[in-house]
């Protein structure tokens, strides 16, 4: 099925929105110059093909959609998602998949600080390194962080995992790193 | 920051713009002029009421105080009832400067905005769009320069209160910030004893005393940057201006953001990725928890 394209360049987040809401199939946004709350809350079976880089909230909330981003991303993206998968080709920002419950989110580059922050389900996988305190409060899920983390790795963790294939810098409260045997 | 000084006015006018939508109560620009000023003379940015005999009263209490007038550029508010004037006048000294000031000041029609050999603070309440329209920032050319758009968090919201902030304590320094210094009260208190004047309750004030506290202390821009972070406590990101240089400093538990690129034309700092959009840097990065970064002008 091709793909609609959609110019974002001179639409407000709240009319992007409204556009994706309607959509169905394949759709493929060009100039989003960053725009916040893309895809918010969307519940249809849409596949978002995203030429450029994402402001913050990117997929907040939705339920099912594949998004696809070329760019970056910036904080919280894929935030409280309860299913459907956010693709970043780029970096993302602090607090990437918070409060996810279900769902998968990659990010090729690197995240920033809070990853994954009070997540309760889903997987976060990460290409590069992440954050001071990925794993904040989380609650259950996976984060993969193939790369580095920063300083207090699952501060106050709950429940869930992170694995991490490269240096951990330290623990936060609560945190217990153990080898995985390959 | 431009690698050749060039329209540094149109980069911010245009990263403010993208910016808007973080805040609307007041918008403000600190540009630093490439156009050389001799030894002793310095440019003034005084808002200035648009009332009868306004311009005299400020010629007067400059003069007053050993002023020599070279030059005014009068730029009246689209909005009415005052203006924001560019003066460069001749001073023998710094001391003299600074009675300069205090003296416009005291002529309840004046009130500097910032004076040094380079800086220019243009800045009031309302859109970019206004700003631009009363003064014309896109088309002032400089090295480099910072700008902000406000959502006021602390203190209210009127011309004075707007960013950025320079300091009476030292000439071309200012600040532009996003977030709260939690502790600013006793830090100010703090400042005051070491004899800095505060003129707002805006904590951001705080932040420039606090750095020529520092500058004045011998710490280099990078030492008192770091200290900051150490010191100041909340969340907070701020950049930070001098006449050869610029600083960006994130809050340790990195609540803020701060986003830099680079390009050929020079470097950029922003809080967001959209206002990035004017360099052509394909990984533009966040900075970090606590880090902090600077930008000198080549040859200073």
Not at chain 1, 74 to 96: C, H, K, R
Request: charged share 20%.
């Amino acid at each position: 099925m091709s793909s609609r394209v959609v110019d974002a360049a001179k639409m407000s987040p709240r009319e992007i929105n409204q556009l994706l809401r309607k959509a169905r199939g394949k759709i493929r946004l060009i100039n989003p110059n960053s725009a916040h709350f893309l895809a918010a809350g969307l519940r249809n079976s849409l596949k978002i093909e995203i030429d450029g880089s994402a402001g913050y909230y990117l997929g907040t909330c939705m339920h099912g959609p594949v998004i696809h981003i070329n760019g970056n991303a910036g904080w919280y993206a894929g935030d409280n998602i309860t299913d459907g998968v956010v693709i970043i080709d780029g970096s993302g920002g602090d607090g990437v998949g918070q409060g996810m419950y279900n769902g998968t989110i990659v990010v090729r580059k690197n995240c920033g600080s809070r990853t994954g922050q009070l997540m309760k389900g889903g997987t976060v996988i990460v290409g590069g390194n992440s954050g001071y305190m990925t794993g904040l409060y989380a609650f259950g899920g996976k984060i993969i962080i193939c790369g580095d983390v920063e300083h207090s790795a699952g501060e106050s963790i709950m429940g869930g995992a992170i694995y991490v294939g490269g240096k951990i810098a330290s623990l936060g409260k609560n945190a217990v790193a153990q080898k995985v045997a390959t | 920051m431009l690698k050749h000084p060039g329209k540094v006015g149109d980069y911010l006018y245009r990263m403010m713009l993208a910016l808007q939508h973080r805040g609307t109560d007041s918008a403000g620009v600190a540009i630093y002029t490439d156009k050389k000023l001799g030894e002793d003379e310095y440019i003034l940015m005084v808002q200035v009421l648009d009332k009868p005999g306004a311009i005299g009263k400020v010629g007067d209490a400059i003069g007053r105080a050993g002023g020599n007038i070279r030059d005014i550029q009068v730029k009246i508010s689209k909005g009415g009832g005052f203006g924001i004037d560019r003066y460069v006048i001749r001073a023998k000294d710094l001391p003299t400067l600074k009675r300069i000031v205090e003296e416009v000041d005291a002529t309840g029609i004046g009130k500097v905005f910032s004076y040094g050999q380079s800086i220019q603070v243009i800045k009031e309440t309302g859109l970019v769009e206004n700003l631009e329209a009363s003064y014309g920032i896109s088309s002032m050319r400089g090295t480099h320069g910072i700008g902000h758009v406000r959502f006021s968090t602390e203190s209210r919201v009127d011309h004075h209160h707007a960013h950025p902030f320079h300091t009476g304590s030292n000439p071309d320094i200012a600040v532009v910030h996003n977030g709260q210094i939690t502790n600013y009260h006793k830090v100010r208190r703090g400042l005051e004893r070491r004899g800095f004047t505060f003129v707002t309750e805006n904590d951001t004030e705080c932040i420039v005393h606090f750095i020529v506290d520092k500058l004045q202390q011998k710490f280099s821009l990078e030492e008192a940057l770091e200290a900051s972070v150490e010191e100041l406590d909340g969340p907070f990101s701020y950049i930070i201006a001098t006449s050869t240089a610029i600083g960006v400093a994130r809050d340790k538990l990195g609540l803020r953001p701060a986003m830099i690129a680079r390009d050929r034309s020079g470097y950029f700092i922003a809080s967001e990725e959209c206002a990035l959009v004017v360099c052509k840097d394909p990984n533009p990065k966040y900075l970090g928890p606590g880090e902090v970064c600077v930008y000198e002008l080549k040859g200073s």
